[in-house]
């Protein structure tokens, strides 16, 4: 199976290594560049390890991602000016909240999650291949902020998803963490010392990423294959973000597409309207205009493969673009994400390799904790 994601992979130098490095090249993992990242893409069978996720419990070393704490007396009116989300709704500790950085022009600078931890603290966790622009970003938005923007490299991070995460993943956990992560709820968090759990994911299923020091972060593995979880490579983790709905920083949205065109126009907090973030007024003019590309799901109703950058053709002649795409192996089906003009139908076709292939246009979400949600 050929990862989806493969132009992250070409012209980049090659510079960082995860602390655990060692440990996959140990277990056989098949290693690629990955925006300048040293990362394991499988250790035998992707497909094997997609099914790991979405019927038992996988794990993917996610150490490449950026933590970023934001501290001060003004760290919750900073993060309401940068963020087109609005974290006013975070209102009980460890909540978490997704949302979209723009530019001046509602590009995306990027997508991330920021964690309420009081009204003066806030973690945010960022992509990888946009760390040093993100950071640049967010420093130069902080100057009229009485805020500190505090990157923490030391720390690594570990994704356990799966319907059996939980079960797993609680009694390796320090004693009162454990506890604590059992009851958290979906997109919240709870913390110990610099152990720092999020019921959150990039799969669709239910799961843990949790941060911890770097010097944990072997033996912590190393416990958690001892306890039955698979690890897991950018493979799978890309065929089970695409099933479940999930942007790709650099594929699905940039800085040359808005969240309206990317389908994330649920990530922007319109109300209060006295509230002004970066981007909102072009992307109010955006919205009035009411001619924003559409962002669609797509399954392949004939023989083929989906595929980045593939024509999509509508009924009347007019074009659209696969952004994502792939074998589901869930489904059995390939399956896509587009930008498409918004009177797009029921159908569409692909042109593979010369070849119009018949479509169906569905919403942008094929796979959930484990169930089809398309028919």
């Known amino acids: 199976m050929v990862f989806a994601c493969r132009p992250f992979f070409e012209n980049i130098e090659m510079t960082n290594k995860t602390i655990l490095n060692s440990v996959h090249r140990e277990l056989g993992a098949r290693m690629v560049d990955f925006g300048g990242w040293d990362m394991p893409v499988n250790y035998g069978s992707q497909i094997d390890e997609h099914h790991y996720v979405r019927q038992s419990v996988g794990m993917f070393d ?98 356990v998803q799966g319907p059996k995460a939980r079960q797993k993943v609680c009694p390796l956990l320090p004693e009162r963490l454990g506890l604590a992560a059992a009851e958290i709820k979906p997109f919240s968090a709870c913390w110990h010392g610099e152990w720092f759990v999020g019921r959150t994911g990039y799969t669709g299923e239910d799961g843990f990423e949790i941060i911890l020091p770097e010097d944990k972060a072997e033996g912590f593995w190393k416990q958690l294959i001892s306890m039955g979880v698979h690890p897991c490579g950018l493979g799978a983790r890309d065929t089970l ?36 973030f970066v981007g909102k007024q072009a992307l109010l003019s955006i919205k009035e205009q009411a001619n924003s590309d559409k962002f669609v799901g797509l399954i392949l109703e004939d023989k083929g493969v989906l595929r980045g950058h593939q024509t999509v053709v509508l009924d009347d002649g007019s074009k659209g673009e696969i952004t994502s795409g792939g074998y589901s192996p869930t489904m059995e089906r390939s399956i896509a994400f587009a930008r498409v003009p918004a009177n797009i139908g029921k159908t569409c076709k692909i042109d593979i390799r010369g070849k119009l292939k018949n479509a169906r246009v569905v919403k942008p979400c094929f796979v959930r904790q484990g169930q089809v949600q398309t028919n």
Not at 80 to 99: C, E, F, I, M, P
Request: negative net charge.
């Open 62 to 159: 996610v150490s490449h991602m950026t933590v970023v704490d934001v501290n001060g007396l003004q760290a919750k009116a900073y993060l309401q000016h940068l963020l087109a989300n609005d974290v006013a709704k975070l209102t009980r500790q460890g909540k978490a909240l997704y949302s979209c950085m723009l530019n001046e022009k509602a590009g995306i600078i990027d997508d991330l999650i920021v964690y309420f931890l009081d009204e003066q603290n806030y973690r945010l966790v960022v992509n990888a291949s946009t760390r040093d622009k993100d950071i640049a970003w967010l420093e130069q938005q902080a100057e009229d902020f009485d805020v500190t923007i505090n990157e923490k490299p030391t720390l690594a991070m570990i994704a």
């Open 241 to 276: 973000r695409l099933e479940a709905g999930m942007n790709l920083y650099g594929q699905d949205m940039d800085e040359s597409k808005h969240p309206i065109e990317s389908g994330l126009n649920w990530t922007v907090a319109w109300e209060p309207g006295v509230r002004n």
